[in-house]
């Protein structure tokens, strides 16, 4: 039985806000997954979107804290992975639109 699901674990994520875009990484489609079990372990596979983000530390650092924040939460595993490659058309539809994306 997991502690929290999945739409539980981005709602916390979503707090977390992509400063070259100034949207959220859930809106923005990077977050992939995000899993815990009834032990307080959280996994988040998420993406960036591209390699060579300065922010690449800073991001993975902020998404551990937003879920280190919710109640009985012991362990945060982010991984970064490159597979699916994000692209904007991931991203919900408001943020396309913001961004001048149809």
């Known amino acids: 039985m997991a502690m929290y699901s999945k739409e539980e674990l ?3 994520i979503s707090t977390v806000i992509d400063p070259e875009v100034g949207f959220n ?3 923005m489609g990077l977050i992939y997954d995000a ?3 009834d032990e307080g372990s959280v996994k988040v596979t998420m993406t960036l979107s591209t390699k060579a983000c300065p922010m690449h ?5 902020w998404v ?3 879920v280190e924040k919710m109640a009985n ?3 945060v ?7 699916p490659v994000w692209n904007i058309t ?3 539809e408001h943020v396309k639109n913001a961004l001048g994306v149809s």
């Open 57 to 61: 530390q800073m991001i993975q650092q």
């Open 73 to 75: 939460i012991k362990e």
């Open 25 to 27: 990484l859930v809106e």
């Open 35 to 37: 899993v815990s079990d």
């Open 77 to 83: 595993e982010v991984e970064v992975v490159w597979e």
């Open 90 to 92: 991931m991203a919900d």
């Open 64 to 66: 551990k804290e937003a």
């Open 10 to 12: 981005f709602l916390a």
